[in-house]
């Protein structure tokens, strides 16, 4: 069956196309132009988009489960769900997961840091979430491995072996370091850890393991550059020192940052918390190598969930409600602590506008991409609200009368007109992710690519139009109609394959056999573990 599109303003900027036209979908692709069976659905007065793409969002994985069983009063399993229960804020199960992104027109998200030893747990969850492909990181960067390499002087080429073998292993499609030796120093009860520190028995620094990860994945050829987790976040001047350090240390190389709002923190004031949105914007416009995710944060009950122990551990007098778990184990380990952000709260408040500040403030939205670090910042159906915002001076300036005075005087915002265009809202959930992944056939509407598509009723209220997708469509099949999920195929996940040296696999099999007592293969996704057609393979 061929599907037609008619009539609608088609807005596609890796295509450098909007304008009022149709769209032709067939098996699952775009196509040039309509033959046989034909349905049309009349997109008169709507707007086109590829579907949406989320590059950083926690949706699966050891830690996203210790936050469901940290909280249970949240999401009770054995009722029914209505819609304003406090588990509309903080979080779902796969289902729900897959059926509210497809609701908003996103058709893939990726998991941005699943632990080696956790990968097939992880892949296990992802293969549950309906409709939407997805994808994960694999986070490298605290594993005794790979720091004991490169504490003896380990070659590029065998850190490079290394590195794809654990890509390949845990079904990756690209690399994460969470605050690179951080969790090793922790583990030797270091409890503040810079960018220039050494992790104790290993005398290796942040700057040296971002530094080999980085490289690596470049000669690797991965696609989506190495995505930084930065030291001390959340830590006002600290945190934003150690993002300035990082980004100085890409010299040249690409390199992804994330949730860089939580070190977006300066000391001014007698509350000592400011904004120092416009140095990091700064850097991030002056280096064109560098990518960024925000991290924004919004009002309501949430919970933090994190591979940084370190800062989950010094966050646990925040939590709201007073409960955490930290896992101090293999590697990264990390924890989750729940948070209530307050629009009352001067700090909560300031979090808030310091996000907004660096979304308008960095100039390209080809490198700065739309995330709420969900559930970090906020979860990720606060997206319709949070579009309206950066599109709205007036709504912002609603919003920032609301909160406690001292945050006008701290923070930039109130004196920033910018308002985002739909064609930088599509740029920057569409087409700049699928570019940043490696995925040519994704956020565009160009003949040949992946049918998957979104189509929103314009209108004065932006978060009902990016609440409730008017059409949706995943691999050419109808999946939403009228705001409302209609169908909900099994999406796939993407995963990069890579060859993996003969040499690097006998020396992990010795060393997780001596370390752990484990054979080499229980950490490996191997081929039929999820059975069906679950993974896709990327180049």
Excluded at 46 to 71: E, K
Excluded at 314 to 328: E, H, N, T, V, Y
Aim: overall charge negative.
């Amino acid at each position: 069956m061929t599907i037609l599109l008619k009539g609608g303003r088609v807005l596609d900027p890796a295509a450098g196309r909007d304008a009022i036209g149709d769209v032709v979908v067939a098996d699952g692709r775009i196509a040039e132009g309509a033959s046989g069976a034909v349905e049309v659905i009349d997109c008169t007065g709507l707007v086109v988009m590829a579907g949406g793409i989320d590059i950083h969002s926690h949706i699966a994985g050891g830690l996203v489960n210790t936050a469901r069983l940290l909280l249970p009063e949240f999401h009770p399993a054995h009722a029914p769900r209505p819609a304003g229960t406090p588990l509309s804020q903080v979080g779902w199960t796969t289902w729900e997961t897959g059926t509210r992104y497809a609701q908003m027109g996103f058709t893939m998200v990726v998991e941005p840091a699943m632990g080696p030893s956790g990968a097939l747990h992880t892949h296990l969850e992802l293969a549950d979430i309906p409709i939407i492909d997805r994808a994960a990181l694999v986070v490298l960067g605290n594993d005794d491995f790979l720091l004991s390499r490169l504490r003896d002087g380990a070659s590029e080429a065998e850190i490079d072996d290394y590195v794809a073998w654990q890509v390949s292993a845990a079904g990756a499609l690209g690399v994460k370091c969470i605050n690179a030796g951080g969790s090793a120093a922790f583990k030797a009860d270091v409890r503040t850890f810079g960018f220039d520190d050494e992790v104790p028995g290993y005398g290796l620094s942040s700057r040296h393991i971002v530094k080999a990860l980085q490289d690596s994945v470049q000669r690797l050829g991965i696609a989506h550059p190495l995505h930084v987790h930065c030291n001390n976040l959340g830590v006002p001047g600290e945190g934003e020192a150690a993002a300035e350090a990082t980004m100085l240390a890409a010299e040249g190389v690409p390199m992804h940052l994330a949730h860089i709002q939580f070190y977006g923190y300066g000391t001014d004031g007698r509350r000592g918390f400011s904004s120092q949105a416009r140095r990091l914007a700064d850097l991030v416009n002056a280096r064109p190598e560098l990518t960024v995710d925000i991290g924004q944060v919004m009002f309501g009950q949430t919970v933090t969930i994190s591979s940084d122990e370190l800062r989950q551990f010094a966050g646990r007098p925040l939590a709201r409600p007073r409960k955490s778990a930290i896992i101090d184990g293999d590697a990264n380990g990390g924890g989750a602590v729940p948070m209530n952000y307050r629009r009352a709260d001067y700090y909560n408040a300031m979090q808030w506008a310091i996000g907004l500040e660096l979304f308008l403030m960095i100039d390209d939205p080809w490198r700065v991409f739309f995330t709420t670090d969900h559930p970090n910042g906020a979860p990720f159906t606060t997206y319709p609200d949070l579009f309206a915002l950066l599109m709205s001076r007036d709504l912002r300036a609603e919003w920032l009368d609301a909160l406690p005075p001292g945050v006008r005087k701290r923070s930039a915002l109130a004196d920033l007109s910018r308002e985002y265009t739909l064609p930088e809202i599509a740029i920057m959930t569409r087409a700049a992710p699928a570019r940043l992944l490696g995925l040519p056939d994704r956020g565009t509407l160009a003949p040949g690519a992946r049918a998957d598509i979104a189509v929103y009723r314009p209108g004065a209220d932006v978060a009902a139009m990016f609440g409730a997708a008017e059409h949706v469509l995943k691999d050419g099949a109808p999946v939403v109609r009228g705001g409302r999920v209609t169908a909900t195929p099994a999406g796939h996940t993407m995963a990069l394959s890579r060859p993996r040296d003969r040499a690097m696999v006998r020396r992990l099999e010795t060393f997780y056999d001596e370390k752990y007592g484990l054979p080499l293969h229980w950490f490996e996704v191997e081929d039929g573990a999820l059975g069906g057609d679950v993974l896709e393979v990327v180049p």
